[in-house]
């Protein structure tokens, strides 16, 4: 897999601590830009973006709940789910 370019939709503690830490560690992952309600990149801007491939909101759905993520038409669409701490897979954890 090639790199994967990401922007984040809001500023989180989340985003901020975790998410944006592990995508700059990652061996393929490069984060673009960071959207924000009253940063230099608006959410609208982002979501315009040619040179970004996902998206992180790291806030409730309600951060979004004026339209601009059904305005946003994704090449393709993913869905992903933290594994469940008490998965049998994640046991030794």
């Known amino acids: 897999m090639g790199e994967v370019r990401w922007g984040v939709i809001g500023n989180a503690k989340i985003g901020r601590d975790r998410v944006q830490p592990a995508i700059e560690a990652s ?46 038409k994704p090449a393709s669409t993913c869905c992903a789910k933290n594994p469940s701490p008490s998965a049998p897979q994640n046991s030794n954890r």
Not at 40 to 58: G, H, N, S
């Open 27 to 72: 061996d393929n992952g490069r984060l673009v830009t960071v959207a924000s309600r009253s940063g230099p990149v608006t959410y609208d801007a982002l979501l315009e973006r040619d040179d970004i491939d996902a998206v992180y909101i790291p806030c409730p759905t309600t951060c979004m709940s004026n339209g601009r993520a059904r305005r946003w």
